[in-house]
């Protein structure tokens, strides 16, 4: 069985850079800083802006691991981390415009590969949608309490 291993301080610290780098880019492209192909984003420009923020947050929350006093401000980071991760399934899921979806089966070396009807698509993202809508506000209530916002105990 493998030992679970602590990162160090200063590992800690260069993942952390390494998804505020990749976030930073993903947002200069959102913000037209960072020029992209003509029609290659088919999302509008703050779903990809939404990207970007969930690996800053990851990234800041990489960096509050560990660390004694920021129960709060990680809280907080949480909440944040889950709302840009659920903006752009709520987006699919519920916003207006046509959404073109395709799955694939792979197995024993063969795979497939469909196209899937929108009302299909949009119906697992909207479960998705759905599931974090709900933590959302579960954490922000749990936040607003003073309370751990994933807590062991108290779990739903």
């Known amino acids: 069985m493998a030992s679970h291993r602590e990162l160090t ?5 260069w993942m ?11 947002l200069a492209m959102a913000f037209g800083l960072v020029k992209t192909k003509p029609g290659s984003v088919h999302a509008p420009l703050w779903v990809l802006g939404s990207a970007g ?30 709302l840009m991760l659920a903006s752009p399934f709520n987006w699919i899921a519920f916003g207006a ?14 795979s497939s590969i469909n196209a899937t009807g929108e009302s299909t698509g949009r119906m697992v993202f909207g479960f998705f949608a759905i599931l974090m809508d709900w933590i959302l506000v579960w954490s922000l209530f ?15």
């Open 9 to 13: 301080p200063t590992q800690r610290l």
């Open 16 to 26: 952390a850079a390494v998804f505020l780098f990749f976030g930073m880019f993903i």
């Open 53 to 82: 923020m969930v690996f800053n947050l990851g990234g800041v929350l990489v960096f509050l691991v560990g660390r004694e006093g920021v129960d709060t401000l990680r809280n907080i980071v949480v909440w944040f981390f889950v």
């Open 97 to 110: 415009g046509e959404r073109h979806f395709s799955s694939s089966v792979s197995g024993l070396g063969v």
């Open 142 to 156: 749990r936040v607003l309490r003073g309370k751990t916002a994933f807590d062991k105990q108290d779990a739903p």
